[in-house]
């Protein structure tokens, strides 16, 4: 064993080498098994089981292993538990639709572990150098997965575009980092709180935020910074698209926590600006061109840029209970985005996609279920009572109320009402519009599962948040934020 590294360590890490060594039983078994064996979504569901269960006894654990490389909170296992769930309905709706491409399922599997290992990484990462690995090692992933389908044009071209770009904003990223470490001397977060506590204000350490921030911007796709969204959304794969959606924001979200409000706090007063600028102009755009869209995953693309603006109002707000309302929100977003892509994947056919509006005219006549399903996941997203998105934008524009940012909420609301428009006129196709020849939809036992998940999570979670409420406050608060919001008033 290393010096410095002990037995403790790999104790508290469990739930990620158990996760490894699934993804590493995923390629085995894609060899050993014979072609189009139905066993590597069932390996694959089994590593995630096995690692969910390797995490339970970390719920209410609050130390820092390796050195301080890493947080074993219940921060980071509130992040840990979404990329787990995100992670298994997305092999599920991934089945069928692998069959229909007739794309290699060992080595999607294999790369889907590997970017929720990715995820896991930067839940729990308190040093710049743990966030990088964690980081690059989802987003490597991700630029294979989104162009997966080796014979689809519109497939590579988003894993193009997603590597091209997202080298550029890792290099900005980067060199904010640089700076971080440059004038406070240490990688670790906590250290560098403190050393940025006791410095006067330095030019440089603003650059290093402004940097920072644009790096951070790119990976939750926020305005300006959003320009591969909706080209990569809409040409990789259904599932993928999904699982990039939900795991890669919410992951992102988790590593703009940690460096801001665990490692930048002395300079809460400018990046909270530019993240009031940028919350404001994501919301405003993100809906304003998804008013015009007919491709459904170009929608959504722009809908989920949307809902970035919607959660920077956490980040503006800097409380506990603006962090708590980032949490439920980030949840609740995953079951319904989630849902939304579960529909459209069992839209797809062997000669049609099955993404664009008019498909979905006249659903509720070919499928009752998947039409009220769709419906459900519309209003949840629009932020209609009593759906589990109501909830998620009533915490999150309450906190940013309670902290003194009414104007801001407001414009939040009004938003939210604009954001009506498109989802609504897709409620209109599938209930008001004669079919018009679009693909018959398939229900599969596995999507079958994983939709239903996802309408029982939207609904519980609308009529009954206590629950929910409670894990994400408490595991909030061990993120060291009501020091912070304590300090700033």
Known sequence: MPPGISS?????????????????????????????????????????????????????????????????????????????????????????????????????????????????????????????????????????????????????????????????????????????????????????????????????LVLAVILVVAGMGFKIAAVPFHMWAPDVYEGAPTPVTAFLSVGSKAASFAMLLRIFLEGLTPMKADWQLLFEVLAIVTMTVGNLAALTQTNLKRMLAYSSIAHAGYLLLGVVAGTPRGVTAMLIYLLVYAFMQLGAFMVIVMMRREDVVGDELKDFAGLYQRHPAAAFAMLLFMLSLGGIPPTAGFMGKFWLFGAAIDAGYVWLAVIGVLNSAVSLYYYLRLVVFMYLKQPGGGSEPKTTPAVAVALGLAVVATLVFGLYPEQLFALADASARTLGVSALSASLR
């Open 8 to 204: 403790s360590d790999f104790y508290y890490i469990l739930p990620e080498l158990v996760l490894t060594a699934g993804a590493l039983l995923v390629l085995v078994a894609d060899v050993i098994l014979p072609r189009g064996s139905r066993l590597l979504p069932v390996i694959t569901l089994l590593s995630l089981g096995a690692t969910s269960v390797a995490l339970l006894p970390f719920a209410a654990t609050h130390v820092e292993v390796a050195h301080g490389l890493i947080a074993v909170d219940r921060f980071a296992f509130f992040f840990k538990i979404v990329f787990l769930g995100s992670a298994a309905l997305t092999v599920l709706m991934s089945i069928r639709y692998l069959e229909i491409e007739g794309a290699s399922p060992g080595e999607y599997y294999f790369l889907l572990l590997c970017a929720t290992l990715g995820m896991m990484i930067m839940a729990g990462g308190i040093d710049l150098i743990t966030l990088f690995i964690g980081l690059e090692t989802m987003a490597v992933s991700f630029y294979i997965l989104a162009g997966f389908i080796k014979p689809n044009q519109r497939s590579n071209e988003a894993a193009v575009k997603y590597f091209l770009l997202g080298a550029f904003s890792l290099g900005i990223l980067l060199y904010g980092m640089s700076l971080m470490y440059g004038l406070s001397g240490t990688t670790n977060l906590r250290v560098m709180a403190t050393a940025f506590g006791g410095q006067q204000q330095d030019p440089r």
